[in-house]
């Protein structure tokens, strides 16, 4: 069985930082694109970053600029460096990732999604 558990969230002042980490739990083979999304409370859930397993990133929206995300292969882990925190950014904020697992045809992929840590930036 795989997880993908998050860590990293709290409580903030505007204007501090705060990095998250996603890492993935599991008889992994390997992840394809990891995804940070994030829910805010009466939101829709929004897409902030994203890394594909070769390192390409993408950062979009408000949060382009202030964010940054990055993964380790190694250690199946993304990182999401956030800067300059605002009250809007407060938010619940959850990790997506496409997994691979050996199974006995070969190489089977699914989509995972972590419990979430909760980011408050208070003004």
């Known amino acids: 069985q795989v997880q993908l558990v998050e860590s990293g969230g709290g409580l903030v002042q505007a204007g501090e930082s705060l990095k998250l980490s996603c890492t993935g739990f599991g008889n992994i083979f390997s992840i394809k694109t990891m995804n940070w999304y994030r829910q805010a409370p009466g939101k829709a859930r929004e897409l902030v970053a994203n890394?594909?397993?070769?390192?390409?990133?993408n950062v979009v929206g408000s949060v382009k600029g202030r964010f940054t995300v990055s993964r380790d292969n190694a250690k199946n882990t993304m990182y999401l460096h956030m800067d300059r925190l605002q009250p809007e950014d407060t938010a619940v904020y959850l990790c997506?990732?496409?997994?691979?697992?050996?199974?006995?045809?070969?190489?089977?992929?699914?989509?995972?999604w972590g419990q979430g840590t909760s980011v408050t930036v208070a003004s």
């Open positions: 997506h990732a496409s997994v691979g697992i050996v199974g006995f045809y070969g190489v089977v992929y699914s989509d995972y």
């Open positions: 890394v594909t397993s070769d390192g390409d990133t």
